[in-house]
T-cell receptor, first 110, second 117 residues
Framework: QKEVEQNSGPLSVPEGAIASLNCTYSDRGSQSFFWYRQYSGKSPELIMSIYSNGDKEDGRFTAQLNKASQYVSLLIRDSQPSDSATYLCATNTGGFKTIFGAGTRLFVKA | DGGITQSPKYLFRKEGQNVTLSCEQNLNHDAMYWYRQDPGQGLRLIYYSQIVNDFQKGDIAEGYSVSREKKESFPLTVTSAQKNPTAFYLC????????????????FGAGSRLTVL
């Protein structure tokens, strides 16, 4: 059973639209959740971290966490072609492991 | 500047050879990690270490070995027992004991791309 699941996509949105990326996790003990962006051939870079239920906003990005539903999402407002990348959802589990989902590929069409 | 240095960036291996990927960090982070990424896939954990001279197997440790003799260094050896080693390898680190703060996130190196000839 995969511990972090994401829709692999690709998700295609027009420039200026809102992109919605979703992630579910299986470990109810997980407390820390992260969204990383990864461009092709590059290493992942942190976009957002979230630890409490609710929304957390940073510029055009909003992370949403619902621990009861074991669900994390990332909204990207005013999507730009430069947002085209793979978005990885991750969580820290007990034992200091950080595990990742398979990633969702996002394409923003100009 | 603080960061993680991985070397080499590209590596070619003949079948039956062992190769070692280097990972050095100057962030004073306690924990270090090795991940493998295949095309179109997410990151899979190979090994991780929380403290010098101690490390744990991740989800895909077979065919790999590591050492943690210094806090700054966590080299990964891809042995001949790893039957399909062609992949992108990522080293990462993070501090421990930071609770639920922005400090407990992973910092990644630039990666090493291994190709088996």
């Amino acid at each position: 059973q995969k511990e972090v699941e994401q829709n692999s996509g690709p998700l295609s949105v027009p420039e200026g639209a809102i992109a919605s990326l979703n992630c579910t996790y299986s470990d109810r003990g997980s407390q820390s959740f992260f969204w990383y962006r990864q461009y092709s051939g590059k290493s992942p870079e942190l976009i957002m971290s979230i630890y409490s239920n609710g929304d957390k906003e940073d510029g055009r990005f909003t992370a949403q966490l619902n621990k009861a539903s074991q669900y994390v999402s990332l909204l990207i407002r005013d999507s730009q072609p430069s947002d085209s990348a793979t978005y990885l959802c991750a969580t820290n589990t007990g034992g200091f492991k950080t595990i990742f989902g398979a990633g969702t590929r996002l394409f923003v069409k100009a | 500047d603080g960061g993680i240095t991985q070397s080499p960036k590209y590596l070619f291996r003949k079948e039956g050879q062992n190769v070692t990927l280097s990972c050095e960090q100057n962030l004073n982070h306690d924990a270090m990690y090795w991940y493998r990424q295949d095309p179109g896939q997410g990151l899979r954990l190979i090994y991780y270490s929380q403290i010098v001279n101690d490390f744990q197997k991740g989800d895909i440790a077979e065919g790999y070995s590591v050492s943690r003799e210094k806090k700054e260094s966590f080299p990964l050896t891809v042995t001949s027992a790893q039957k399909n080693p062609t992949a992108f390898y990522l080293c990462a680190s993070r501090p421990l004991g930071q609770g639920y703060t922005g400090a407990n996130v992973l910092t990644f190196g630039a990666g090493s791309r291994l190709t088996v000839l």
